[in-house]
């Protein structure tokens, strides 16, 4: 019964991605480390079969126009649903002028920081608000110093520590959020099994406050998704970043 709720949920979720439109900014669930539909990738419809978004293809991400398919990778694509701040015309003509950017943060310039500040002028980042990953609360300033290419202030010594810190608070925030994740699951398995015994028994109200749970614990379920995305994305990030300051201090790059 549950894996029916299951496929009916996605099938509707599916129906519910509507038409896209010239200047809709859309997004897409990708994988990430082997866990399907990890985290959201945002972009800007063209409205002409293209998407305007923050592609990884190349060795280096850049904001480009790619073809619809390249964008949503055979998966479904949806519509961020937002009061109109800008004419598509407009959303079109803010993406196309930061066309060949190449200065992807994930903390500060994401493919969600692009398409928002398209749509609305915010460059914001609703999956890192929910979670609230920010430079200054990691606590990591020498990892901006040597994103800011300013990698003198820090000794290689000082930098791995660094890096190994970050890395650590990184799996812990992970596993707490992992646990409660998997508990909104349960809950969201039992408020589904408490509304099946109440339909049963002819209670209807009773269905429908234990649907209403199911709902908040099923919306948890995508807020905690989403932080993972986060988490697992900075991490990887991190690694890049580790491996670039030791290549680095190998060549004599990193004051010592």
């Not at 990708?30 to 972009?43: E, F």
């Not at 063209?46 to 904001?63: L, P, R, W």
Request: glycine share 6%; proline share 2%; charged share 25%.
């Amino acid at each position: 019964m549950l894996k029916c709720d299951a496929d009916r949920a996605f099938s509707v979720l599916s129906e519910i991605a509507a038409a896209m439109a010239k200047g809709d900014q859309i997004y897409v669930l990708r994988d990430l480390a082997g866990v399907p539909g990890l985290y959201q990738h945002h972009g800007i419809d063209c409205g002409d079969g293209t998407v305007i978004h923050y592609s990884k293809a190349g060795a280096e991400a850049e904001i480009a126009c790619t073809s619809y398919d390249a964008f949503a990778w055979h998966n479904p694509v949806y519509t961020v649903r937002k009061s109109l701040i800008y004419a598509p015309e407009v959303v079109i003509e803010r993406a196309t002028s930061r066309l060949g950017e190449r200065r992807y943060d994930l903390l500060l310039n994401n493919c969600e920081h692009f398409a928002n500040w398209c749509t609305t002028g915010r460059s914001e980042s609703r999956q890192l608000a929910n979670f609230g990953l920010r430079t200054d609360q990691l606590n990591l300033p020498e990892l901006r110093q040597l994103a800011d290419r300013d990698r003198h202030t820090t000794s290689p010594t000082e930098a791995r520590a660094n890096f190994q810190k970050a890395l650590g608070d990184i799996a812990t925030a992970y596993n707490t959020t992992l646990a409660d994740q998997q508990t909104a699951y349960k809950a969201a398995d039992e408020w589904h099994r408490v509304a099946q015994k109440a339909l049963a028994m002819n209670r209807e109200d009773l269905a429908r406050a234990a649907l209403h749970r199911k709902v908040a614990a099923n919306q948890r379920i995508e807020t905690l998704t989403a932080q993972l995305s986060d988490l697992v994305e900075l991490e990887l990030n991190l690694h890049r970043s580790r491996a670039f300051v030791e290549r680095q201090v190998g060549s004599g790059g990193v004051d010592g």
